[in-house]
Every structure is written in structure tokens, then in C-alpha cells.
């Protein structure tokens, strides 16, 4: 219980993040038209990413997964930068 409770800890706010800055990054339009949205749509995110290790089934799946996608998230973030689709300022 212990580390499943740590892995949501460490790596939930960092997977929010990644998530939220990919949807920010692909969402059409100008960044200043759906920053609120993306905001509200943080908590819930957050509160998904700290109940996920929760929800597999041991501990050391728990911290497979959550740091395969926040790492996935972040690839992607870093992918469309350098292949030149989004450009961050």
C-alpha cells in the first residue's frame, strides 16, 4: 500500500502535467482560448493520475505504468518540438 501510495504521490503531479501539456500543445487555436479549460481539466486529471496505481495490480506495476506514461507524455511534448509540428516559446 505504501509504494503504491508513493508512486501516486511522485508521479501523479508530473503525469498531470505531462497530459495537460500535450492537450494544451495539440489543441487547435491560440493557447490564451482554452487556457481555462485546461486548468478545470487538471484537477479531475490529478485526481485520475493519484487513484491509477490503485487501481493495478501490485505495487510494482503501479510504478511501471505510471512511469511509462508520464515518460510517453513527455516523449511526446519533446517529439513535436524537435519534428517542428508545435512551437513552444
Request: glycine share 8%.
Amino acid at each position: 500500500m505504501w509504494a503504491r501510495s508513493l508512486a501516486a504521490g511522485l508521479l501523479g503531479l508530473p503525469l498531470t502535467v505531462g497530459v495537460v501539456g500535450l492537450a494544451a500543445l495539440l489543441w487547435p487555436g491560440p493557447l490564451r482560448d482554452h487556457t481555462l479549460v485546461l486548468l478545470v481539466c487538471a484537477c479531475p486529471i490529478w485526481v485520475g493520475a493519484l487513484a491509477l496505481p490503485f487501481q493495478l495490480r501490485s505495487a510494482t506495476r503501479a510504478w511501471i505504468v505510471m512511469t511509462a506514461i508520464t515518460a510517453l507524455c513527455f516523449a511526446a511534448i519533446h517529439g513535436l518540438k524537435f519534428i517542428g509540428w508545435v512551437r513552444i516559446a
